[in-house]
């Protein structure tokens, strides 16, 4: 069997909504950039890696994959912008995981609540809080992520 490592980053703090922009234009606060670049330097540190970044079309979702894609030095063709990421569902959520190539053998999906916490709760078992910017890794033992509602869950920590 393989290890595969199934990341789930909530987007960092956001602006407050405003009536001129959409929730999907909603760019991250001060604290949001802050918080993601501490981030990014944890994960330096625990020599955390991806294969693979997937982000919502959200601009607080992108900001905060690009601030840790660049701090860890991540090649940008690894980081893709899914529009099915926005407004998705636990569901969605899995269908988009289990699509994923199966040599991929790290990804980080950078996403929204209530969705990621409900994935969490499909996949793992457990219900979790998660606040922005907060990271939790979730390991299996499997060959292709076709298998991942299949997969017993080997590792589960949050990371922030």
Known sequence: MHTRSLYLLRHAKAE???LQSSDEDRALSNRGVDDARKLATKL????IRFDLILTSPAIRAITTAQIISNQLDHKQRFLEVDKKLYQADSTALLAIVRKLHKKIKSVMLVGHNPALEDFVLLIAG???????????????????????????????????
């Open 16 to 18: 407050s909504a405003t």
């Open 44 to 47: 330096i540190k625990k020599e």
């Open 126 to 160: 457990e219900s979790i809080f998660m606040s922005t910017c907060a990271l939790i890794e979730l390991s299996f033992e499997f060959k292709d992520w076709k298998h991942l509602d299949k997969a017993s869950l080997v590792k589960m920590r949050l990371l922030n």
